[in-house]
């Protein structure tokens, strides 16, 4: 009977680990797009992004085109995040967080704020992110 329970105890602790390695993981994407903007490094970018994506502006093509004028077209950007929740269900995860999005052009600075909501699916042993909610 005891080592039942020890053995049960043992399977919720691993279990646990399991999902707080795969919540870290979403993160390590969310963190690296931040990156990416701060760095205006359109690569990085959309390594972020799953091939599948789509949003109500269009698919990833049209995401390569958007993020890259627009990281052409500042000579800044500074990008910060807070407040990030993570949700995981299965293959998909749900996150959102607060973020600020300062843009520079001509010594004129532009501050977005707001909050983001995204939903990731887990593709091999990447979270990519698959549509902005």
């Given amino acids: 009977m005891r080592r039942s329970r020890i053995c049960l105890l043992l399977l919720f602790f691993f279990l646990g680990a399991c999902h707080g390695?795969?919540?870290?993981r979403v993160r390590q994407t969310l963190n690296q797009r931040g990156e990416a903007f701060n760095k205006k490094d359109l690569s990085l970018?959309?390594?972020?992004?799953?091939?599948d994506y789509q949003d109500k502006d269009g698919d990833l093509a049209h995401l390569r085109r958007t993020i890259g004028a627009?990281?052409?077209?500042?000579?800044?950007?500074?990008?910060?995040?807070?407040?990030?929740s993570v949700q995981i269900d299965g293959e998909t995860a749900t996150a959102i967080?607060?973020?600020?999005?300062?843009?520079?052009?001509?010594?004129?600075?532009?501050?977005h704020s707001g909050k983001?909501?995204?939903?990731?699916?887990?593709?091999?042993?990447?979270?990519?992110?698959l549509k902005t909610l």
């Fill in 70 to 84: 627009y990281f052409s077209n500042f000579d800044l950007i500074e990008y910060d995040y807070w407040d990030r």
């Fill in 116 to 129: 983001e909501a995204f939903l990731l699916r887990k593709e091999g042993k990447h979270w990519k992110i």
């Fill in 97 to 111: 967080q607060q973020f600020h999005l300062d843009v520079e052009r001509g010594g004129k600075k532009i501050r």
């Fill in 21 to 24: 390695s795969e919540e870290e």
């Fill in 45 to 51: 970018y959309l390594s972020c992004f799953s091939r």
